[in-house]
């Protein structure tokens, strides 16, 4: 049971190009998420699913997309990076809203923006 | 704006003390609560969740819920080294079953 896998572990990429951060779970969790985490700072949440189909902001949308054509996966997607998405990408995901239910995280991205 | 809060830290114990990790919330109707322990470089790992008033204790872990007094804290037993990590807290209320995460405690367990 690989839990939620994330790929690439790390990145360097340049001022305006693309990529997309893979998240994969197996876990046949309905709601999953993306978060950032700059250092010595909490997470932030950036984009949310409760579904299939189904996609949400967070707090700090701005700069990313996601879409969910399947249970399993969650892709984040960064149009035209700038140094200010440098940080560590975490997807998590939860099986149940009901109390008692954390999140299982990803080991998480690591990009930068040069 | 829903806020979580903690005290940065460190926080310095010596090892076989108590630790006490403080979080209080901004948001009246939050629902449950969670402890995270993170390791430098690594993942978020779930520890504790809560969501009745009171105090929950898993082996060396003891959370504690004061929603009067919006206040959650989690207690480490007998510290050891292997301890010393950053804890965060997170709060979930409100659709989409988010969490709402604070900045975190920095734990040094010396020996």
């Known amino acids: 049971n690989a839990g939620v896998t994330q790929t690439p572990k790390f990145r360097i990429l340049k001022i305006g190009q693309s990529m997309t951060l893979q998240c994969t779970q197996d876990?046949?969790?309905?709601?999953m998420y993306w978060y950032r985490q700059d250092p010595g700072m909490g997470l932030k949440l950036i984009y949310y699913?409760?579904?299939?189909?189904?996609?949400d902001k967070g707090e700090v949308p701005n700069g990313y997309n996601v879409s969910r054509s399947t249970t399993e996966d969650f892709p984040l997607r960064l149009e035209l990076a700038a140094p200010s998405q440098t940080s560590v990408y975490f997807c998590?995901?939860?099986?149940?809203?009901?109390?008692?239910?954390?999140?299982?995280f990803g080991s998480g991205t690591r990009l930068t923006v040069v | 704006q829903k806020e979580v809060e903690q005290n940065s830290g460190p926080l310095s114990v010596p090892e076989g003390a108590i630790a006490s990790l403080n979080c209080t919330y901004s948001?009246?109707?939050?629902?449950?609560f969670f402890w995270y322990r993170q390791y430098s470089g690594k993942s978020p790992e779930l520890i504790m969740s809560?969501?009745?008033?009171g105090d929950k204790e898993d082996g060396r872990f003891t959370a504690q819920l004061n929603k009067a007094s919006q206040y959650v804290s989690l207690l480490i037993r007998d510290s050891q080294p292997s301890d010393s990590a950053t804890y965060l807290c997170?709060?979930?209320?409100?659709?989409?079953?988010?969490?709402?995460f604070g900045t975190g405690t920095q734990l040094k367990v010396e020996l």
């Open positions: 998590a995901s939860s099986y149940d809203p009901s109390p008692g239910y954390g999140y299982t």
């Open positions: 876990m046949n969790h309905n709601y």
């Open positions: 699913s409760v579904g299939a189909g189904i996609t």
């Open positions: 948001d009246r109707g939050s629902q449950s």
């Open positions: 809560i969501y009745s008033n």
């Open positions: 997170a709060v979930r209320g409100g659709g989409g079953n988010k969490l709402t």
